[in-house]
């Protein structure tokens, strides 16, 4: 239990270093940097722990402050403002690869680290729809997807056949998707998380029930991720307003809350559970560059 403690205790200490890390690269505020258009944590390095990553739409680079080192990794140049971050282990090799998603024809832009090339662009989703990465088929590779807020409808293409899943209706206008595996069976389960009621909603991907939580209010960003190492999502909100952290432990459903510092912000904005991003990338066109 300390060292459940500790590592999410260590979280605000992380995000500060990330701060520093990337204002001593840069003369660009530290603040700009690790501000809300983040990229998600994924572990970029292949260590194990989620590295802390910052996807600044301004430019397109990607600034990662690998674990395993403790250091930032190559500054990577990768979409353009108008895209998402889309970050996930789509070539299976254990660890993230920096990943858009361009709104504007729906394609997929992929960096695979196990070789350092750009996959095959694929054409997935359309304007308005938002990135839902995950493994949702739970091969161990994941699967391009997004979900349509204007009927609530997911379209996974399983990495497993190269075939469409099963869409699920869950949530409407308004909801954030916070897909995860919040029932620990290593496949990603659907879920949407309410701002004005606070509710969470998950469709369990082992027996396909679907579940609900209250947690968080208005006005909170979802910070859904596995803080108590036992595999599986927990329920999590951050407060702006206080930077405060307010998350339910899977392990023994204990509520905890941590005060981070001033100016920090959340890490977790894409909703993505840590998923294994690589070090030592070599150069790669930006997207937009077949
Ligand atoms: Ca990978
Ligand atoms: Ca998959
Ligand atoms: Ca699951
Ligand atoms: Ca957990």
Redesign the pocket.
Known sequence: MRERLMRFSTRPNRLRRCATAVALATAATAATLCGPALAGAADYDGDGPADFAIWRPSDGNWWILGSARGEQLPVRQWGASSDKPAPGDYDGDGRTDVAIWRPSDGTWWILGSARGEQLPVRQWGASGDRPVPGDYDGDGRTDVAIWRPSDGTWWVLGSARGEQLPVPQLGASGDRPVPGDYDGDRRTDFAVWRPSTGMWYVIRSSNGEQVTQRWGTSGDRPVPA?????????FAVWRPSTGTWYVI???NGEQVTQWGATGDEPIFDTGLPPAPITGGLSPAPAAGER
């Open positions: 596995d803080y108590d190492g036992d595999r599986r999502t927990d432990r899977s392990s």
